[in-house]
């Protein structure tokens, strides 16, 4: 990531992001939890993307360079927390479970940043003992480095709905689906149904920030019918997709 910009203390506040505006890549030598109140925020690392609705934080690590995007209105709030402070000991961008709980202690500890009273750092101190029971979300996108690889994703990034499998855009990424599973495997964590999930349901987030119809997320982003989406988007975050704009 080009221009990385650097600063020492991960800042706490409050933030409001139009639909596709960006923070470029920056890094901190604190530790930052970030959490969108509406819409849905991506972080992007060279390793991927990570990406959270309202019912979703992400811990993003002292020193990793990042990048935030918006899509949808964004309330961003940013908390940050001392490199010495490590309460799930991560050492990666890593999504969180926000319980409403949790989502009122971001809320007030972002919401006057400057006040640094015994309160406050009682606050603090209960946030940080609910981060440290908060379940970890498997929603990343990672990013493929082999070149075969980075084709088949790029593929399917730029329409989600191809109903391909992997020998077919093996043929015209130049690899046998063989050879291309196991690169999921090796480089991604996950298999090609795997990904091919993430990425839809990625799609489907910015999307339904967009305010689209959830027949016209399923159809566009792949699925066969708009109850599988609302399915697969349920045991995913756990609710409707129906009912995702009206949680924030």
Known sequence: MPHIRHTPQAPTRTQTLAAGQSIDAHRHDDHQIVYAG???????TDAGTWFAPGTRAIWVPAGCVHA??????????????PSTVNPLRLDAPTVLAVSPLLRELILECTRDAGDGGPERRRLRAVLLDQ???????????????????????GLLEENPADPRGLAALGHEAGAGERTLSR??????????PQWRTQLRLYHALRMLAADEPVTTVAHRCGWASTSAFIDVFRRAFGHTPGTHNRRA
Do not use: N, W, Y
Request: net charge positive.
């Open 38 to 44: 509406s819409g849905v925020l991506a972080v992007t």
């Open 68 to 81: 935030h995007r918006a899509h949808g209105h964004l309330d961003l709030h940013l908390l940050g927390i």
């Open 131 to 153: 981060v440290k029971v908060s379940r970890q979300q498997p929603v990343p996108l990672p990013a493929p480095r082999d070149p075969r690889l980075r084709t088949v994703c």
């Open 183 to 192: 690169l999921f495997r090796r480089e991604l964590g996950m298999t090609f």
